[in-house]
């Protein structure tokens, strides 16, 4: 696996300072993608869209400051500008306010009573640019209260999926809704997450907080099963597993929202086919075992954006999209399984948290 594995422990400050300083180069080449992708889609300078996320500084700062000490620490160890590592934590809602519609993930919940093994399982295929590939790191953390998280992220970035020690695992996907609000960025919510010791303490904190911008969160323990929440700025939707199992690409479920004009079905067509391909693969078993998660992030029903989403290759190198990482989460062994690129090529590693 050519995924750099990160080290950091201590106060958040020395996380970052070490997270920085260890992937300085990803950390730039993070930088680099958002600010030319960026500066195409909003018609304007870098300089001029930090002036949006530079806003987000003030929603951190008064619920979680030590966040941006996180960050700060990899600006200090990267040699980059802290408005800039700002700028990648938020650019989600960078790219909502900009209108954004591209391809995204597929994420599939398994319930203990479903699984084979009786363990509990989240899964997903990341879809995404296949140049951050090149700037994406396995980041594992030992926070002041020895609690552990383990994640893959993109460099300079400080939450994306994963688990941590408490048995609490994070998977999530884009939702299409361009409205952008100021609570807390997208990616600080996915961080948050993963330092909570229980799946009622997620449930307080996505209520109470909120998220910026659109998107499904999916959340796993193995005592507690999942929970799952259809977000944006406005209002926050509970989705419960059907039979043990829960799945989700990128359309609304919530009948209500999918009403509202607000609301868009993310790329309609495509993301329906492939909802109905996990659907198809994995309800009709009695019991799920993670061979069968496999197959089913494998599937290319709808190819080249399938489950298992292929680059077109007569795009730029810097404009293609597909899946870039595979990830199953064992959730009481506290283990994930991760697979870099295309899961129907590559082989998944086993990535323990400490």
């Not at 800039?84 to 934590?89: G, K, Q, V, W």
């Not at 993963?194 to 959340?219: C, K, M, P, T, W």
Request: proline share 3%.
């Amino acid at each position: 696996m050519s995924f750099k594995e990160i080290h950091a422990s201590g106060s958040n400050y020395n996380l970052g300072f070490t997270h920085g300083s260890l992937a300085k180069e990803k950390v730039a080449g993070t930088i680099y993608y958002y600010k030319q992708k960026f500066e195409k889609i909003w018609g304007c300078p870098w300089d001029k869209i930090k002036e949006f996320s530079n806003q987000y500084y003030h929603v951190i700062h008064s619920n979680f400051p030590q966040y941006l000490d996180e960050l700060r620490g990899i600006s200090d160890g990267s040699d980059m500008p802290f408005d800039d590592i700002l700028a990648i934590n938020c650019h989600y809602e960078i790219a909502r306010k900009g209108g954004i519609s591209e391809h995204s993930c597929s994420v599939i919940g398994v319930n203990c009573t479903r699984s084979a093994d009786g363990n509990s399982y989240i899964a997903e295929n990341w879809d995404y640019a296949v140049f951050q590939k090149n700037n994406s790191i396995i980041l594992k953390l030992t926070l002041d209260n020895n609690s552990k998280i383990c994640m893959v992220t993109e460099a300079g970035i400080i939450g994306r999926m994963g688990f941590n020690s408490n048995g609490i695992g994070y998977c999530g996907n884009t939702l299409k809704n361009d409205d952008v609000g100021f609570k807390l960025p997208l990616h600080i919510v996915k961080r948050l997450i993963l330092e909570q010791r229980s799946l009622s303490d997620v449930r307080n904190v996505i209520h109470h907080y909120g998220v910026a911008s659109s998107f499904n969160i999916l959340a796993g323990s193995h005592n507690e099963g999942f929970c799952d929440f259809e977000v944006d700025y406005r209002q926050i939707t509970d989705l419960a597993p059907k039979n043990g199992l829960l799945l989700h690409t990128n359309h609304f479920i919530s009948p209500h929202l999918n009403v509202d004009n607000k609301y868009t079905k993310y790329q309609k067509e495509e993301s329906v086919l492939r909802y109905q391909s996990l659907e198809k693969s994995l309800s009709r078993l009695i019991k799920i075992s993670v061979n069968d998660i496999r197959k089913a992030l494998a599937q290319h029903t709808n190819h080249p954006y399938g489950v298992c989403t292929h680059a077109d290759e007569n795009t730029p190198a810097e404009q293609q999209w597909a899946t870039i990482c595979s990830l199953i989460i064992n959730l009481p062994d506290q283990l994930m399984y991760v697979c870099e690129g295309n899961p129907c090529e590559s082989k998944y590693t086993m990535v323990r948290l400490s």
